[in-house]
């Protein structure tokens, strides 16, 4: 799963880069249609993974793998009273934000629901060493928190990293497209014969594209190897 989801970021990144957008039969408004009839969950997962996709292009493309993107704060009680909030080391970066991203499986996981990642297994980590390990006299209880880096908030980054609701289905339909097979727990067959002439490639079940030479291996789209479809 992880490879098709770097085959994903990567096709993606291509589009983008090279500031072009896939063609447009006249058969990409039937497309529309379909996929508006596709059940909540569904387009609901999709927008998801476009989120997550997003996010990552957005991070490779235009920050730092080291700059810092957020940290946890940590606050101890004693006596019935509760500590200001403390910040913790190490810090996170874009780097660990990315993997956090590349490696979410076979469930999306988006710009905000790493935070929240970050936290649920982080911070209950560092909560558990201040209370057993450290053993800070007095202490009865910890409480751990993520803190976004006030230019990693995500009121301040691009909406589609964040808000399922600036997806559209174009964008939908390149990610398909872009992707090299059908997507985790893809249940909508009926739109494979309508992502063919858009450009989806053999993965999809798809005829070769014209830049698959007779008796030769499919070309990958995202830039691997001849033959690296799932």
Request: proline fraction near 11%; charge should be negative.
């Amino acid at each position: 799963m992880k490879l098709l989801l770097k085959a994903m970021v990567a096709a993606a990144v291509t589009v983008i880069a090279l500031g072009c957008s896939i063609v447009d039969p006249s058969d990409r408004e039937e497309l529309r249609q379909q996929i508006a009839m596709l059940p909540p969950e569904t387009l609901s997962s999709w927008d998801k993974w476009n989120m997550n996709v997003n996010a990552v292009k957005w991070l490779k493309l235009y920050k730092d793998p080291n700059d810092q993107v957020g940290k946890l704060q940590c606050r101890l009680k004693a006596g019935g009273t509760w500590s200001g909030w403390n910040d913790q080391e190490p810090t996170y970066t874009v780097a660990d934000l990315l993997d956090c991203l590349l490696e979410s499986g076979d469930i999306a996981v988006t710009y905000t629901m790493c935070a929240d990642k970050l936290q649920a297994v982080d911070g209950k980590n560092r909560e558990s060493k201040i209370l057993r390990e450290e053993q800070v006299p007095g202490v009865t209880n910890v409480e751990c928190r993520f803190v976004w880096d006030s230019r990693y908030e995500p009121e301040k980054v691009p909406s589609n990293l964040t808000n399922p609701r600036s997806i559209t289905v174009d964008e939908l339909i390149d990610w398909l497209i872009s992707l090299p097979a059908p997507p985790p727990g893809f249940a909508a067959p009926q739109l494979v014969p309508l992502l063919c002439p858009l450009g989806a490639g053999p993965g999809w079940g798809c005829p070769p594209r014209p830049t698959d030479l007779p008796g030769e291996q499919p070309t990958d789209p995202t830039g691997g190897e001849p033959g690296d479809h799932p």
